[in-house]
């Protein structure tokens, strides 16, 4: 099984992401070798898998794209020594080229997770050898659920970086040509007509992927996956559409979505605080909070967030900006477990001893966010009592004991997007929500946006006449 799974890793990347050569001269082995491999529904799941495996890279969910959003976000101190010449100095300067080296591996990783899910939902669809298969009647939908799902948060998760945010003020910008990404929704087996794409609109694309997350949710709603803390689940894809219309400004879906999940009696917020991360070395007691994230073993892991970034023998390239920091009110739980001396601890190195040490599980998406864009979608569409709610929701786990509900209404807005800072901070939304709020980064106003926004890696631009460079 694991030659089979290398052998697919191998075609996906060599498809998808080769060098630039390779992309213009490709072997025709390399565009018929895919489909002959895929015959039986363990093949797909082999893929499938492999599709995750993509996600949990350091350059993808892993790592790199939340440290790049708190390098441009103002929630840190950040350790100007940490940065490297070539790489994160340029990030957090606004300076990036076409060589940047981690840039072209997050750009590589992501195609190649949405590469290997294409193929996934192909074979699916048309493999007939696939189709004959006992099982599949009883794993299609499943399946299928799945990889749209994860082609929906990669493509949304490329337009952080690449792609200006959705502009709910002047809606023409965002249908734009080649204001967006490229969407990529079908194998690449003929690279003059599959791979050589235009970037689409910011409209298009989010277009795309609320109708991969709707899609998603209906399939893992059919096939019983309604929740699954390291697999996509039907619940991952309503608290991602609650993330995407809450960034489109479509306030109305966005409670919608985030009141389908937190009604479901399916999760509860942590009072232990504790949720996936260590505190103190010690692991999580409560896991209900998590709606998707991606599981780390001792044998297959990614540790880029602890080990380089966040707790790397105290020599830490983030802590909590100052202001911030005294502005939390000693009563507040958040202050001392989550930043002692003005430390993350969200991101322990290790959990076990000896053969069994392994970096926490990732978490993507939980059960506070959705009370957090619940609170601030209620004040935009006038339910100010509904906000309220949610927003002490947020406030009665942090505060516990020495709780006392807010009743004043008095800048609440405020007061909500606030406690969204407090909360999220350390796990990659503050730069989405300045953009959003049309803000100023740590090193630029909207003004600048353009300046941050990645380059496309050259190997992309080279082999892609149709490609607009940012």
Known sequence: MKKKLLFFCFVAFALTVGSCKKLLSPRPEQLLLSNAAITSVNDVNILLISAYDALQSGNVLGGNMTIYGEMLSDDSRMNENRLSPFGTLEIYNGTTSIQIGTL???????????????????????????????????????????????????????????????????MSENQKEQSGIVLRLKPIKNLTDDFKQKRAS????????????????????????????????ADAARALLSRIYFYSGNYSECVNYSNQVINSGRYNLSDSLQLYYAINGNPPSNMNETIFGLQNIATDNSNVLPNWFFNRGGVVAFTVEPSIYDAIPTTDRRRGMFFPNRISRKYSSVLGTGSTQVSPNLIYIRLAELYLNLAESQMMTGNVSE????????????????????TSTAGLLDKIQNERRLELIFEGDRYLNLRRMGKNLRKGGPQQYRQFLFKIPQEEISANAEMMQN
């Open 104 to 170: 072209r591996d997050m750009w590589r990783d992501c195609y190649t997770a949405i590469s290997r899910v294409n193929y996934v939902i192909d074979a699916i669809d048309n493999n007939e050898k696939v189709q004959i298969d006992p099982t599949y009647n009883r794993n299609k939908n499943r399946i299928r659920g799945e990889a749209l799902f994860i082609r929906a948060l990669v493509h949304f998760e490329l337009m952080r970086f690449w792609s200006m945010p959705y502009n709910t003020n002047n």
């Open 202 to 233: 910011i409209e298009e694309c989010y277009n795309q992927i609320v109708s991969d997350l709707k899609e998603a949710e209906n399939s893992l709603s059919s096939a019983g996956i309604e929740k699954s803390l390291v697999v996509a689940s």
């Open 387 to 406: 906000a309220l709610t949610a927003y002490n929701r947020i406030r009665q786990r942090a505060y516990k004991n020495n709780y006392v509900p807010e």
